[in-house]
């Protein structure tokens, strides 16, 4: 079974950085897509960043590009997002997910394991 754990969040100046990670067990990222979802009140939730099975694709929201970055460790089944440049419209629930498709791309529709999500809040 595949847990994932998140850590990372709070709450930070517009301007400012945070880097949330994701602990992974029971399962390798290295051939398996990950990606970092977000949830803000009253939204959707929407697929933020991604890495590819076998870590050769990314995917970036256009919200996001050029501010943050997703990376990961396989050795120890750890992925990340540094976010850099934050703005007050980043405020939002931020979740781990791990996808069940092997070599899948970063968008794909079986992201099927989840974590617990944690708090970013920006301030203005």
């Known amino acids: 079974q595949v847990q994932l754990v998140e850590s990372g969040g709070g709450l930070v100046q517009a301007g400012g950085s945070l880097r949330l990670s994701c602990a992974a067990s029971g399962r390798t990222f290295s051939l398996y897509p990950v990606g970092w979802f977000r949830q803000a009140p009253g939204k959707e939730r929407e697929l933020v960043a991604a890495i590819g099975g076998g870590s050769v694709a990314t995917y970036y929201a256009d919200a996001v590009k050029g501010r943050f970055t997703i990376s990961k460790d396989n050795a120890k089944i750890t992925v990340y997002l540094q976010m850099n440049s934050l703005k007050p419209e980043d405020t939002a629930v931020y979740y781990c997910?791990?996808?069940?498709?092997?070599?899948?791309?970063?968008?794909?529709?079986?992201?099927?394991?989840w974590g617990q999500g944690t708090q970013v809040t920006v301030s203005s």
């Open positions: 997910a791990a996808s069940s498709r092997l070599y899948g791309s970063p968008v794909n529709d079986e992201y099927n394991h």
